[in-house]
């Protein structure tokens, strides 16, 4: 029930000690204006990491292969490991059940593209059509590589937009011929990519025809996969990590590499760096919770000291109230309403500023590890309800003691 005359001496109370309560719900304020900052910042900071992540399938293991480091049954360290296609046919038998999206990749780079009078140097890599699943590529126009496009070895190609751009002017691309090295492809097809411009300076053609047209025989560069992904996450996690060494150590088995050598077979589990990623997002996010919760909790300090102030100064008052009928619970209530009303009042104030304050600078902070700061829905109303809490606690103990105060002590206190 709404009681007029016990705001009416909250807002005398408050008139009282302006200076006072000024500066205790400038402490209240702060908190809550550093802790929306810091939760915004959080917010940036796991936006910016998730787009990074963006750029690749999240459950994508890549292997790669380089030079020997250490000699093994017999053979020299300094050997390049060269993988060819029964590798990758051999790894997707022994390991079709766990794999989602698989291809093998055909790479040059720096190959020279030429349409009409325009010419660029950009990446070519021979695939397989799960490339686009694997790499996120969204197709903006055409088609990507199709499997009758491998087993005819057909000369077409799907270009990132950035090419069209570079080669093409704007003009449409789809249908036109374009030359790599002197040889002629047909442009089927132009996809974008979530990593932005750097992966979208490639040239997709069928593995097929890059190993016939450019000499690559049966040799693939690397080779690029997909985990089945199941419903629990620290599942997949463990399945990712077990596949990755079992490709590894299959890899190495092929091509008589010592277990331990690093080098030679390198195998990258995104899912497995996923989640330490994650993990230290959530970290992060625990200890600005941590740092603001802190310095809130100063500013409750400074409400809870004011409010036992406040008691002492109406110590006759609160003993004439008793003294005539006041149940002590009407007395912590008194009390109570009137450290939750400054403790919301600033808190309010504190994360309206805060989140203004992002609104402001949002747009302007965008980079490859923080974008767009915001604070979400449900992180305002975690706000509201500390400040409750906050309030409530700030003004339990002098309302406690309030509600103590014997009305014949209380009448002969000066």
């Given at each position: 029930?709404?009681?007029?005359?016990r705001?009416?001496?909250?807002f005398?109370?408050?008139?009282?000690?302006?200076?006072?309560?000024f500066l205790?719900?400038?402490?209240?304020a702060s908190?809550?204006?550093?802790?929306?900052?810091?939760?915004?910042?959080?917010?940036?900071?796991?936006?910016?990491?998730?787009?990074?992540?963006?750029?690749?399938?999240?459950?994508?293991?890549?292997?790669?292969?380089?030079?020997?480091?250490?000699?093994?049954k017999?053979?020299?360290?300094?050997?390049?490991?060269?993988?060819?296609?029964?590798?990758?046919?051999?790894?997707?038998?022994?390991?079709?059940?766990n794999?989602?999206?698989?291809?093998?990749?055909y790479?040059?780079?720096g190959?020279t593209?030429?349409?009409?009078?325009?010419?660029?140097?950009?990446?070519?890599e021979?695939?397989?059509?799960?490339?686009?699943?694997i790499?996120?590529?969204?197709m903006?126009?055409?088609?990507?590589?199709?499997k009758?496009?491998?087993?005819?070895s057909?000369?077409?190609?799907?270009?990132?937009?950035?090419?069209?751009k570079?080669?093409?002017?704007?003009?449409?691309?789809?249908?036109?011929?374009?030359?790599?090295?002197?040889i002629?492809?047909?442009?089927?097809?132009?996809?974008?990519?979530p990593g932005?411009?750097?992966?979208?300076?490639?040239?997709?053609?069928?593995?097929?025809?890059?190993?016939?047209a450019?000499?690559?025989g049966?040799?693939?560069?690397?080779?690029?996969?997909t985990?089945?992904?199941?419903?629990?996450f620290?599942?997949?996690?463990a399945l990712?990590a077990?596949?990755?060494e079992?490709?590894?150590?299959?890899?190495?088995?092929?091509?008589?590499v010592?277990?331990?050598?690093?080098?030679?077979?390198?195998?990258?589990?995104?899912?497995?760096?996923?989640?330490?990623i994650?993990g230290?997002?959530?970290?992060?996010?625990?200890?600005?919770?941590?740092?603001?919760?802190?310095?809130?909790?100063?500013?409750?300090?400074?409400?809870?000291?004011?409010?036992?102030?406040?008691?002492k100064?109406?110590?006759?008052?609160?003993?004439?109230?008793?003294?005539?009928?006041?149940?002590?619970?009407?007395?912590?209530?008194?009390?109570?309403?009137?450290?939750?009303?400054?403790?919301?009042?600033?808190?309010?104030?504190?994360?309206?500023?805060?989140?203004?304050?992002?609104?402001i600078?949002?747009?302007?902070?965008?980079?490859?590890?923080?974008?767009?700061?915001?604070?979400?829905?449900?992180t305002?109303?975690?706000?509201?309800?500390?400040?409750?809490?906050?309030?409530?606690?700030?003004?339990?103990i002098?309302?406690?003691?309030?509600?103590?105060?014997?009305?014949v002590?209380?009448?002969?206190?000066?």
């Amino acid at each position: 029930m709404f009681d007029v005359e016990r705001w009416q001496e909250i807002f005398e109370t408050i008139g009282q000690n302006k200076l006072r309560t000024f500066l205790t719900g400038l402490s209240v304020a702060s908190g809550i204006f550093i802790l929306v900052i810091l939760l915004g910042f959080s917010s940036g900071i796991q936006k910016g990491v998730k787009t990074q992540f963006e750029q690749d399938a999240t459950n994508r293991i890549s292997v790669r292969t380089r030079v020997t480091t250490k000699e093994y049954k017999g053979l020299n360290p300094g050997r390049y490991i060269q993988m060819r296609n029964a590798d990758f046919e051999e790894i997707n038998t022994k390991f079709e059940d766990n794999l989602e999206y698989k291809t093998s990749i055909y790479n040059i780079w720096g190959s020279t593209v030429v349409y009409k009078g325009e010419t660029g140097n950009y990446r070519l890599e021979g695939i397989y059509p799960d490339q686009q699943f694997i790499e996120n590529a969204s197709m903006t126009a055409g088609r990507f590589i199709s499997k009758d496009d491998m087993d005819e070895s057909r000369k077409v190609a799907v270009i990132g937009y950035q090419v069209q751009k570079d080669l093409f002017k704007g003009e449409e691309a789809i249908g036109e011929m374009i030359s790599i090295f002197g040889i002629n492809f047909k442009v089927v097809g132009v996809y974008s990519d979530p990593g932005g411009e750097r992966e979208e300076t490639r040239v997709f053609v069928p593995l097929t025809t890059a190993q016939i047209a450019f000499n690559g025989g049966d040799k693939v560069r690397s080779l690029a996969y997909t985990v089945k992904m199941s419903d629990n996450f620290d599942e997949a996690v463990a399945l990712s990590a077990s596949l990755a060494e079992s490709i590894e150590s299959e890899v190495k088995a092929r091509h008589t590499v010592a277990p331990d050598d690093r080098s030679a077979v390198q195998v990258w589990n995104t899912l497995e760096e996923a989640k330490q990623i994650y993990g230290l997002i959530a970290t992060i996010r625990n200890v600005f919770w941590f740092i603001g919760i802190g310095t809130i909790i100063a500013g409750v300090v400074g409400v809870s000291n004011i409010m036992l102030i406040i008691v002492k100064e109406r110590t006759k008052e609160i003993g004439v109230r008793k003294a005539i009928g006041a149940l002590p619970s009407s007395i912590i209530g008194m009390i109570l309403q009137e450290s939750i009303f400054i403790t919301a009042i600033a808190g309010f104030i504190g994360l309206f500023a805060g989140v203004g304050l992002l609104q402001i600078v949002s747009p302007y902070v965008d980079n490859d590890f923080i974008k767009a700061p915001q604070v979400d829905f449900y992180t305002a109303i975690s706000t509201v309800l500390i400040l409750i809490i906050a309030g409530a606690l700030a003004g339990y103990i002098p309302a406690r003691r309030a509600a103590n105060i014997k009305p014949v002590e209380a009448l002969r206190d000066e």
